[in-house]
Nanobody, 121 residues
Framework: VQLQASGGGLVQAGGSLRLSCAAS????????MGWYRQAPGKQRELAAT???????NYADSVKGRFTISRDNVKNMVYLQMNSLKPEDTAVYYC????????????????WGQGTQVTVSS
């Protein structure tokens, strides 16, 4: 299973960006998809996750500003980021957890390559 993230870039404070992540491969099901971020010198942290049933979870720091959504048919997850702040600057990674298609259902927990988001003040 591979994840391909896109949509990062440079934006001024108060602006918006939309990240996209596509999962590909022999996928039977994806239970959870999410976005994590890692700022320079800091540990990777949760931004938001969403289950196949649409249940969402957000870090307190992004609640009310970020919205996560997914397309279960296309195996894609999105992160709409509004009212961006300089402290949102980080590399954003998408993550997917599920099972691989096949006679034996093998679980997977896969990360994308990361996309840079830079918010200028």
């Amino acid at each position: 299973v591979q994840l391909q993230a896109s949509g990062g870039g440079l934006v001024q404070a108060g602006g918006s960006l939309r990240l996209s992540c596509a999962a590909s491969g022999s996928i039977f099901s994806i239970t959870v998809m999410g976005w994590y971020r890692q700022a320079p010198g800091k540990q990777r942290e949760l931004a938001a996750t969403i289950t196949s049933g649409g249940r969402t979870n957000y870090a307190d720091s992004v609640k009310g500003r970020f919205t996560i959504s997914r397309d279960n048919v296309k195996n894609m997850v999105y992160l709409q980021m509004n009212s961006l702040k300089p402290e949102d600057t980080a590399v954003y990674y998408c993550n997917a957890q599920g099972t691989i298609a096949g006679i034996i259902r093998i679980p997977f927990d896969t990360w994308g390559q990361g996309t840079q988001v830079t918010v200028s003040s």
